[in-house]
């Protein structure tokens, strides 16, 4: 059974930094690729960032780009993302997904989340 | 960035109804989309991928068809279990972007 369980949420000032972590069981990690999306309260989904199987090659969406960085530990079966220089917009339940493929492609398993809050 | 309009963003269905959501892309995606489904307070759970491609273990009531920019997901009989939020995604171009949603409720 593929499970995934993100862990580093909490409450941070404007500025600050956190570190979210994805443990990934159930499937062989270091095949597939790994994104991060995000819910902020009462709101839609966006997609965040992703990763390739290697983390080889990554990608931001604008939003984050230059503040946000994701890595993975394939040795540990953890995807990581270190969130930088918080905005009060990046208040979110953040999801880490599995890749269905090695690449890009669509997200076929989905954490629980957990909540970011940006707060002074 | 591409651009991914849904329609409605809310609807109101009875339970048997025959349930029909839109997606359109700025630009065209071919077949690279997909579907997921949120209960309320849940995690997104994939539907459908490859516009048309049921994911293991969603019941066949739930279809997707489409390709370049235009693409629909159609829920055939309406069951309790299916009020919830859809929202479609394109997975072609990073940023992989995803449509408003559109909230199902219960008429």
């Known amino acids: 059974e593929v499970q995934l369980l993100e862990s580093g949420g909490g409450l941070v000032q404007p500025g600050g930094s956190l570190t979210l972590s994805c443990a990934a069981s159930?499937?062989?990690?270091?095949?597939?690729?790994m994104g991060w999306v995000r819910q902020p309260p009462g709101k839609g989904l966006e997609w965040v960032s992703g990763?390739?199987?290697?983390?080889?090659?990554?990608y931001y969406a604008d939003s984050v780009k230059g503040r946000f960085t994701i890595s993975r530990d394939n040795s540990k079966n953890t995807l990581y993302l270190q969130m930088n220089s918080l905005r009060v917009e990046d208040t979110a339940v953040y999801y880490c997904?599995?890749?269905?493929?090695?690449?890009?492609?669509?997200?076929?398993?989905w954490g629980q989340g957990t909540l970011v809050t940006v707060s002074s | 960035d591409i651009q991914m309009t849904q329609s409605p963003s809310s609807l109101s269905a009875s339970v048997g109804d025959r349930v029909t959501i839109t997606c359109r892309a700025s630009?065209?995606?071919?077949?690279?989309l997909a579907w997921y489904q949120q209960r309320p307070d849940k995690a997104p759970k994939s539907l459908i991928y490859a516009a048309s491609s049921l994911q293991s273990g969603v019941p066949s009531r739930f279809s997707g068809s489409g390709s370049g920019t235009e693409f629909t997901l159609t829920i055939s009989s309406l069951q309790p279990e299916d009020f919830a939020t859809y929202y479609c995604?394109?997975?072609?171009?990073?940023?992989?972007?995803f449509g408003g949603g559109t909230k199902v409720e219960i008429k």
């Open positions: 997904a599995k890749n269905r493929g090695s690449g890009g492609s669509n997200l076929d398993y």
């Open positions: 990763t390739t199987a290697t983390g080889g090659n990554t």
């Open positions: 995604q394109q997975y072609v171009y990073y940023p992989f972007t």
């Open positions: 159930g499937f062989t990690f270091n095949s597939y690729g």
């Open positions: 630009q065209g995606i071919s077949s690279w």
